[in-house]
């Protein structure tokens, strides 16, 4: 869907006089993502992928018309994921900010529009979720007076349960966005090659990938994907002379 004037003269209307939303991308530099990433991919096809990703994710930020930060390895801390993005969060929050929109960059799917929708369900009061296909959550839409850093903390992080753990903990009224795939796996990968959603450039990337992929072998060992490359042992060169 393509983000109208008149949608934007309603978000302007919206969060006229609404307290100030942060957009808080929580993620890692494209080294740190490649190395922690097991997509199998070639080391710097995987730096330029999450380097790509990074820069899309905070150009969306940028023109949502929100403050944004992009909080990656040099400011977590904490002993796992949990913890460390718990003190994102409550940093953040110290910052003086009444609502955080809260994700990561590997949604590439994430557009615009889905973050002034959260900022306007944040502004009446909502709280809201971003629901990924598998079952966790690529967006949380989060306000100051509803947070505790140890309810937070206590979430099924990186679990396929995590939609589900807080749509039943829920206590009030939430706006839940579309369902949109995340890149974790090169499956997932795959699947956004006829994403609409996608951007022509990452989509060219991935389309990129998959052809070194093939030249190189990845995909004849990995049974994760349905796109066959030609078997290694039938691989022969030319006879030799006198053969």
């Known amino acids: 869907m393509t983000w109208s004037k008149s949608c934007d003269v309603l978000f302007l209307d919206e ?30 096809a995987g730096r330029r992928l999450f380097a790509s990703l990074s820069r899309e994710t905070i150009n969306k930020a940028r023109l949502s018309g929100m403050p944004h930060l992009f909080w990656d390895e040099t400011r977590q801390e904490g002993r796992n994921f949990a913890e460390r993005v718990t003190h994102a969060v409550s940093s953040a929050f110290a910052l003086g900010y009444e609502n955080i929109i809260l994700l990561g960059n590997d949604c590439p799917e994430l557009n615009v529009s889905d973050l002034r929708k959260a900022a306007a369900a944040l502004a009446r009061g909502k709280l809201v979720i971003g629901p990924d296909m598998d079952g966790g959550a690529y967006l949380l839409g989060l306000k100051a007076s509803h947070f505790s850093a140890s309810h937070f903390e206590a979430l099924p992080w990186q679990k396929e349960h995590l939609f589900r753990t807080l749509i039943s903990s829920l206590d009030e009224e939430a706006l839940i966005l579309d369902k949109y795939h995340d890149i974790d796996s ?24 998959f052809s070194l992929l093939v030249k190189i072998d990845i995909l004849n060992a990995s049974p994760r994907t349905t796109h066959p490359s030609v078997p290694i042992n039938k691989r022969r060169g030319p006879p030799a002379p006198g053969a």
């Open 15 to 44: 969060m006229k006089n609404a307290p100030e939303t942060l957009i808080l991308i929580f993620a890692r530099s494209a080294n740190a993502e490649q190395k922690e990433k097991s997509l199998d991919l070639p080391v710097y």
């Open 186 to 209: 090169l499956e997932a990968l795959d699947k956004l090659r006829g994403s609409y959603r996608v951007s022509r450039e990452i989509k060219q990337f991935i389309l990129h990938l």
